[in-house]
């Protein structure tokens, strides 16, 4: 079992940078891949960013590739997520995920949630 509390979030202007930290508990965190997700109003949860559980693989989709960076901290069970030159667009609720795999993109696979931290980008 792992519970995942997410922090971090605010209101920026565009083009602000903002930091998004999520602290894991549970002693198979460092075995378990991570992944980011939003979802905006109206919209469908969508991952921005996923690390398998080492660190060697990481994944992005093209809407926030080269402006997102994920990261984890496997001592501290941590995980990261650094957003530079944010737009309106990113304004969603995000989500930090733990998937029973040790990497591993596919929402479907992530098996527990946090709480979410709210976003709001203004222009």
């Known amino acids: 079992q792992v519970q995942l509390v997410e922090s971090g979030g605010g209101l920026v202007q565009a083009g602000d940078s903002l930091s998004l930290s999520c602290a894991a508990s549970g002693r198979t965190f460092s075995s378990y891949a991570m992944g980011w997700f939003r979802q905006a109003p109206g919209r469908e949860r969508e991952i921005v960013a996923a690390?398998?559980?080492?660190?060697?693989?990481?994944y992005y989709p093209d809407s926030v590739k080269g402006r997102f960076t994920i990261s984890r901290d496997n001592a501290n069970h941590r995980v990261y997520l650094q957003m530079n030159s944010l737009k309106p667009e990113d304004t969603a609720v995000y989500y930090c995920?733990?998937?029973?795999?040790?990497?591993?993109?596919?929402?479907?696979?992530?098996?527990?949630w946090g709480q979410g931290t709210q976003v709001t980008v203004s222009s």
């Open positions: 690390v398998s559980w080492n660190g060697a693989n990481e």
């Open positions: 995920a733990a998937a029973r795999e040790a990497w591993t993109r596919i929402p479907h696979q992530y098996n527990y």
